[in-house]
Structure formats: C-alpha cells, structure tokens
C-alpha cells in the first residue's frame, strides 16, 4: 500500500527493467574501441589536459600507450599519480576538466574520450590483479588516518607506499566514503568502489577500523597522542536544511540519504518512490537523485532550481544526461513552502526568482507544482566533533598548500577543508600530496605548522 495514500511505493516495474536501468551508465571500451579512441590523441608535448587534470596524470603518455597495446603500463601512469583512477574514470566531470582543456574540443570537433580511455586500462589492470606498487621497508611509524573516503584511502595508500603503518577510521559500516554511498548506482554498476578498495588495500601496511566515530568514539587529541600524524578526509556529513514550513512532512527526503540507500539496498523494488517527485538543487546530488529517481518508475520528476542553467553546478552534460532520461528541469524557482495532506507532502509552493543588479530576488508570483515526495538537494555542511583547537574558516578545517592544518602533525584534505572542491579527484590530490608532506613531516622530524592569524 502506498506510504500514507501519497503514492509512495516500490516495486513498480519488471525486474528486468531494474537491472536495466541500473547497469553501467557507458561500460567499458573494448580493445578496438580503445585503439581508434587513443588514435584521436595528438599527445600533444605541453597538453592542456594534464593541467586541468587535479591529480596530474600524463594523459598523453597513458593513451599513447593504450595506443601501443600497452594497457598494463598506462594504467601505471594513471596509478602513480590517482591511486583511485578507476572510480575517478567513471565519476569526474571530464566534460568540464581534461576534456574540456583538449585541443580536439573545438566546434568542429569533439575531445579525446579520455575518461574513458582512463577506465580502460585501470579496469585492466584491476581485473587481472596486477599490482604496480611495491610498500617500502617499514619505517616503524604509525599514521592515522579518519575518514575512508577518497582523500583517506589515497592518503593511506601513499603513506603505505613509503612503508608507514596506517589506521583508517570510518563511522560507516563499510569503507569508500563518497564512493560508496554517495555516487548514483549506475555510475559505480558492480560493487566497483568496494573492489577498488579491496585493489588498494592488497599494498598492505593498512588497517581500516569501521564503526568508528570521531567525537564519539575517539577525539583528535587521542589520536595525536598515540600515532606520529593525522590525516582528516572527514567529508561533508551535514545537509542543509530548507528552512521553509512543511519541510518535516512524510515523503521530504535528503538526496543524499536516498541516494546512499539506493547504493546498499540489495532490492531496488523494495525501495518507496514517489509518482511525482519534485529535486530541489542544481548540483551533481540533485540530478543523481532525480535520474535515479526517474529509474525507479517515478512518473514525472522536476528539478527546481533557483537561478539559471549556466549558474547550474551540475555540467551541461549532467544536465542533458538527465533530460535524456525524462526529468524536466525549471530555473529560476525557490522553495516557498511544503504543502502536506493528512501529514504527508502534497504539493511544493515556490516562488519565482530574478537576477536584479547582480542580486537573486524574487519576483513576487509564486507557482505550485503537485508532488508526493520532495528531495533536498541544497548543499551540505561539515559537521565534526572532537576537533579540539583546531582553526577553522568559513566554516571547514584550515590547510595551507600542504594540506597541514593548525596543530603539528595534523593534517586534512578534501570537502572538509577550506580547499575542498566538492571533486572525487581534488580529494585524491589532497589525500595523496598530504601523505607526501606527512612523509617528509616524518622523515626530517617536523615542520612547522601553517600560520594562523
């Protein structure tokens, strides 16, 4: 029956239709469709791509070699500067990074698939078990390392790389953070984020401690007491609240929540879904959820967002993939109120908004759509106890360009900092070049921390 008469329900297709809809968004290359990929490249001797790259790969070194017949050594191009190239393959907005910056991409033309090409050899390498990095000898120090999210693991795998023993704390039940629970299903088909962990952790020299909460079950300061250093990739764990009436009516959700149920639940069938579901938000949360909302059997999903296409954090591409699946997306519409009938959400009101001298207002009309279910969308928060005395700014942890924050010896990377991007890959940076600073750290016994005014 639906949840309170709304509507909600799971089970509304064929099995088969789940399994479709779900499978891998664009599966992998095969050995032809690689070599006349790579064949596009001009490997060009000063490549704009490697630049816009956040972890610096070679790009043109790795498809030249894909192009060879050589995708065991690409994939070690690819793995000696992101430890976690695989998932970033599949998740990066190559539209608007490396593929953007290629010099194929003009109006004529289109760039090299070069994400794609990326999947390719680090699925290769993966699947054949093929291990590139060796741990140095054991250099008798300990690094603790919270979070198991992209920043920690690779983190974790640089500092196990130079023979440190690592400890990774993470309060969920399972390791890959962002990976695991925050990507649409069909982007990371097949258990990928855990057989990537898996992949990693065959270097060695890491432990990961699951249930595990800092300001819970340890502070900083017992870390610091015990291990030689510290590295956060706590991740953004708050949501943003709305802040409008009727926002704790059965059937308003967070995206978030729903999309990391959506990534554990073994029956997708069993998971409620409304008929007519309304996203609020213009980032990669809100399409993943409304996509996959849609692939549930949703009959209409709308995105509402409060500004314009252009000022839309999700890529065009993002954008067009969601149309492309049947989700209508309307600009310029923020949340008034949450309509509910017998305590669950009927309709959303909104009002209709403007840019007037460089300042989003709004216009006075007002609009309603009918829904039975409302997904948040609109950002999140860091939230973290246990952090002592450790500087903040504008609300996340303070970090200097090597990622060292305020105290000695601790460290911090991705979303939770002051630097986060909000990028799978710009947490992998942070998390590797960390493990470098903290190497070095350890090696010349100490540096001094970042100056904090």
């Known amino acids: 029956m639906d949840r309170l008469g709304s509507g909600i329900a799971g089970g509304r297709l064929a099995p088969a239709d789940y399994e479709t809809n779900f499978s891998d968004l664009h599966p992998r290359f095969d050995r032809h469709e690689a070599l006349v990929a790579s064949d596009r490249c001009y490997y060009c001797h000063d490549a704009p791509c490697v630049t816009a790259c956040p972890t610096a790969i070679d790009i043109p070194l790795f498809i030249r070699q894909i192009s060879t017949g050589n995708p065991l050594g690409s994939a070690r191009t690819i793995f000696s500067q992101n430890s976690l190239g695989g998932m970033c393959a599949r998740v990066c907005p190559t539209e608007t990074l490396c593929e953007e910056a290629c010099v194929r991409n003009t109006a004529e033309n289109r760039p ?17 078990g093929r291990q590139f990095f060796a741990r140095a000898a054991d250099t008798g120090k300990t690094i603790a390392v919270v979070g198991a999210g992209p920043a920690g693991l690779a983190c974790a795998h640089r500092a196990a790389l130079h ?34 962990v898996d992949y990693l952790l065959a270097i060695g020299g890491i432990e990961i401690r699951t249930g595990q909460a800092l300001g819970r079950d340890f502070s900083l300061s017992d870390l610091t007491a015990k ?5 956060l990739g706590l991740g953004l764990a708050g949501v ?16 978030v929540d729903f999309i990391a149920t ?5 029956d997708k069938a069993t998971l409620p879904i409304g008929r007519r579901v309304v996203v609020l938000g213009g980032g990669m949360t809100a399409i993943d959820a409304a996509i996959q909302a849609k692939l549930l059997g949703a009959e209409e999903v709308t995105i509402c967002y409060r500004r314009g296409k252009e000022q839309m954090n999700a890529s065009v591409y993002e954008q067009d993939l969601a149309a492309s699946k049947g989700v209508s997306i309307r ?13 669950a959400v009927a309709g959303i009101e909104l009002d209709y908004t403007a840019l007037r001298d460089g300042h989003l207002t709004q216009t006075g009309e ?5 829904c039975d279910q409302v997904m948040k969308a609109i950002g999140q928060s860091f939230k973290a106890s246990g952090l002592g005395s450790l500087a903040m700014e504008r609300g996340r942890i303070l970090v200097d360009e090597h990622c060292r924050t305020s105290l000695e010896g601790v460290y911090a990377g991705g979303d939770c900092t002051n630097r986060g991007e909000d990028l799978t890959v710009q947490a992998v940076a942070h998390g590797r070049d960390a493990a470098e600073a903290i190497h070095h750290h350890l090696a010349s016994a100490g540096q001094p921390a970042v100056a904090v005014a």
């Open 112 to 128: 090299v698939d070069i994400g794609r090409l990326q999947r390719y050899a680090t699925d290769i390498a993966m699947e054949t």
């Open 163 to 196: 023979g440190h023993a690592v400890v990774i704390f993470d309060a969920r039940e399972k390791a890959g953070g962002l990976n695991e629970y925050g990507i649409a299903t069909y982007k990371a088909a097949d258990d990928f984020a855990q057989r990537e």
């Open 227 to 231: 291990y030689d250093a510290v590295f």
């Open 240 to 255: 943003n609240a709305l802040g409008v009436e009727g926002e704790d009516l059965a059937g308003v959700d967070d995206a």
């Open 262 to 266: 959506l990534r554990q639940v073994d």
């Open 331 to 343: 600009h310029w519409l923020a949340p008034k109120r949450i309509l509910g009938r017998d305590d």
């Open 366 to 370: 007002t609009g309603v759509i009918a």
